[in-house]
Nanobody, 122 residues
Framework: QVQLVASGGGLVQPGGSLRLSCAAA????????IYWVRQAPEKGLEWVSR????????AYADSVKGRFTISRDNAKNTLSLQMNNLKSEDTAVYYC???????????????WGQGTQVTVSS
């Protein structure tokens, strides 16, 4: 059974930083492209970032480029998202997602778990 458990969210002031983590289980983590996605209040899911199977290729939404950094540790089956210079518009529930296909980033993914809430407010 696939498990992707996100943690590390919280309340932070604008300009602050947070580091999110995602613990994976139930599948061959190192074989899959992994995503961070978010959902702001009353909005749909928004893709934030993705990282290739080996971690050598990353991509970011324009809204977070230069502020967020995605990484993974395949030995520990974990994914991270370092978020710096946070803005109010980053407020959302953040989820980690797994690509539907193994081996490469297809752009099609599924999320699991309840996510972690990030609130950016003064």
């Amino acid at each position: 059974q696939v498990q992707l458990v996100a943690s590390g969210g919280g309340l932070v002031q604008p300009g602050g930083s947070l580091r999110l983590s995602c613990a994976a289980a139930g599948f061959a983590f190192s074989n899959y492209c992994i995503y961070w996605v978010r959902q702001a209040p009353e909005k749909g899911l928004e893709w934030v970032s993705r990282i290739s199977t080996g971690g050598g290729a990353t991509a970011y939404a324009d809204s977070v480029k230069g502020r967020f950094t995605i990484s993974r540790d395949n030995a520990k089956n974990t994914l991270s998202l370092q978020m710096n210079n946070l803005k109010s518009e980053d407020t959302a529930v953040y989820y980690c997602g797994k690509d539907r296909r193994s081996g490469y980033c297809s752009g099609n993914y599924d999320t699991w778990g309840q996510g972690t809430q990030v609130t950016v407010s003064s």
